[in-house]
């Protein structure tokens, strides 16, 4: 099992950054876990969208078209905890974001792939 706690949200004008913080707790990445983290958000009468993911170990990223070239992935295998850097926001950026962990054993991290575990989320909203 893992715990998950999303931070690192609040508000900000169009062209601001935030970072955005997981930290996993009864579960312990190392450098060669490969597992998967996931960070999704929802607005309010959207469908939930995924928009980035890291192979926790490897590092190995991706990411949505609609975020690409203004988001970071990237983890501290000390800390237990995987970071969404958010450049460049745009008021579409608004939404409730949530990472997600998936235990078993990858190379990759499908786009279809079904997390198992959730955190609470934190809120992101971008003011024009």
């Known amino acids: 099992q893992v715990h998950l706690v999303e931070s690192g949200g609040g508000s900000v004008q169009t062209g601001g950054s935030l970072r955005l913080s997981c930290t996993a707790s009864?579960?312990?990445?190392?450098?060669?876990?490969?597992?998967?983290v996931g960070w999704f958000r929802q607005a309010p009468g959207k469908e939930r969208e995924r928009v980035a993911a890291?192979?926790?170990?490897?590092?190995?990223?991706l990411y949505s078209d609609s975020v690409k070239g203004r988001f970071t992935l990237s983890q501290d295998i000390a800390k237990n905890t995987m970071y969404l850097q958010m450049n460049a926001l745009k008021p579409e950026d608004t939404a409730m974001y949530y990472c997600?962990?998936?235990?078993?054993?990858?190379?990759?991290?499908?786009?279809?792939?079904?997390?198992?575990?959730w955190g609470q989320g934190t809120q992101v909203t971008v003011s024009s």
């Open positions: 997600a962990a998936e235990l078993q054993w990858r190379v990759y991290c499908p786009s279809n792939l079904e997390y198992n575990y």
């Open positions: 009864e579960y312990t990445y190392t450098a060669s876990s490969n597992r998967c």
């Open positions: 890291i192979l926790v170990g490897p590092g190995t990223t």
